[in-house]
Every structure is written in structure tokens, then in C-alpha cells.
């Protein structure tokens, strides 16, 4: 069974990074320490810090240079939706006079002035999305709490006191956050329709086909795929099947991929304006308000 973000939290936030005095609170003298590095049954990550060898590569990364994993680094970890990045988000304190700056290279440094953290291998969750908040585009930004709402994470209210201490600009963030998105790409194709100022529903079951991802202007089905969800022949046998009883009862369908979607929002958008443009005075009007009567909303789901 594959583990949900809050199992995964429960499973990262614990201590999983030690210092000499940790272990020897453990049972551990220095001898039995040196003799579960060299058999492998301890990880030396620097000076005074340990592990088990089974660390997530990622917090031994943070870890050998004396910091912390954070942002969007730790916050993929949870299986939370956030942007690619081929750095390694970290938070280090100011002025450390132990510091690799080799290993730093390929860390995108947060840095911070504040107390010491509970555990040695990862900031909080709430600094990590304020953190992702500034490393991330709008956009992204948003899915990004949508995905963190969505799984669990964070309700709603506790996201509402997260913003509080947070400047008055990013409150047009926190205003666009929606939970019922299902995964990232229907957080930016949501946006996106936002934008076109178009009339859409989310999450709407049809009558004979199933449940889509959204309804625009009661005619048109815009599907998010992606390939963790949709590769192989069966699925795609079934998708057609929905597509092909969707047109028999009037509706279009569109399938933008994720990779596009995500990699170039833009061209993306365009291509649903034009659609729309092009079809939309066709297929909307009396028809499409007959088609919303064989369609019928999700209630919203809500955050744990």
C-alpha cells in the first residue's frame, strides 16, 4: 500500500540525525560507535553527526554540511506538489564556522538567525511552505498549499494563521488556494481558466462517463493527465472509452499533458483560449445548459 503524505510525515519527522551525546544517552560508548561505522551499521555524516544507513539521501545531504532540509526539497519528500529542482533546499545558520561550502554547491541556501530546531535533519513543516512560498512562481505557490491542504496536511484554518505573520502581498496567494485540486497540473489548469475568466467546474461527474477534471462553459472536458497516472495501453483504452461517451453526448475533450502543462504554461493557455474561442460560440448557449443537466457537481472535499 503506498504510504499517504501524513505517513510520510510521521515517518520524517523524527529523529533520524544524532549527535556523539545522542548516541551515548542511547547505550552507545565510543568504542560500540566506531564499530558501527566501520560495520556499516552507522553513517558518519560530519563531525559529531550520525545516522542510520537507510537516511533519505537528501537529509544526508542537508546533514554533511550542518544543515537542515527545507522547502521544496523537503516538502517532494512528503509527496507534497512542488516544481523540479536540481538543488537540494537547505536552512543554515548565519556566520557557522563549520561550513562545506563543496557540498553547498548544490544546495539552495536558507538562511536564518532564529533557535535551535528539535530534530538536527529537518526544519518544520510550516517553515518549509513558507519557504516554498518564496522559491517558487505564483503559480506553483499555490498548487504547492493546494497539495499540502488537500493531503492533510494543513488545514485550511492553520494555513490562514501561516499567512498572518507572513507580508500583506502574499494574502493574494492564500485567496486562490483550493483543496479539491487532485494533483498539480489541475492546480495550474485551474489557474489558468481563472485567467481566461470562463465559466468552469471541478471535479464533475457525468452521467455515462465518469468523473472529470473540469467542465468549462458546459461543454468542455479538460482532463489532466500525466504519465504516473495514465501510462500504459489499458489505461489509455479506458480514456478513450470516456472520451468516446463523452462526444456522444456533446462534450469535447482535451488532454493537455502535465509535462506541458507544467513546463510551459503558457502555450498551454493559449491553446485552451483558442479552443474555446473557436468552439465555444457552437457548443455553449441552450446546448450547453442541457449538457450541465446530465452533469452534476462533486461536493468539496475537506481538509483533515
Known sequence: MTPTPRDLAH???????????????RGHTRRSISRAVDEGRLRRLRRDRYAEWDIPEAVAHASAIGARLTCISLLRMLGVFVLSSSETHVRLRRNRSRFDATHARRCRLHWYDGERDALLHVTGLKEAIVHSLRCQTPRAAIATLDSVVHHGLMTMTELRRLFDVLPPGFSAIL??????????????????????????????????VGRVDFVVDGWLIIECDSRAFHEGWEKQRRDRQRDLAAMRLGYVTVR?????????????????????ERLGPRLSGRRGTQLRKNSRQVPEKRSV
Open 11 to 25: 515517518a520524517l519527522f523524527v529523529p533520524m540525525v544524532f549527535t556523539r551525546d545522542d548516541l551515548f544517552d
Open 175 to 208: 485567496n486562490l488556494v483550493d483543496p479539491t485540486a487532485e494533483s498539480g497540473p489541475e492546480s495550474f489548469v485551474r489557474l489558468m481558466l481563472r485567467t481566461l475568466g470562463v465559466d468552469y467546474e471541478c471535479q464533475v461527474v457525468i452521467v455515462g
Open 256 to 276: 493537455p499533458l502535465a509535462s506541458d502543462v507544467l513546463g510551459d504554461p503558457a502555450s498551454v493557455q493559449y491553446a485552451l483560449r483558442d479552443v474555446i
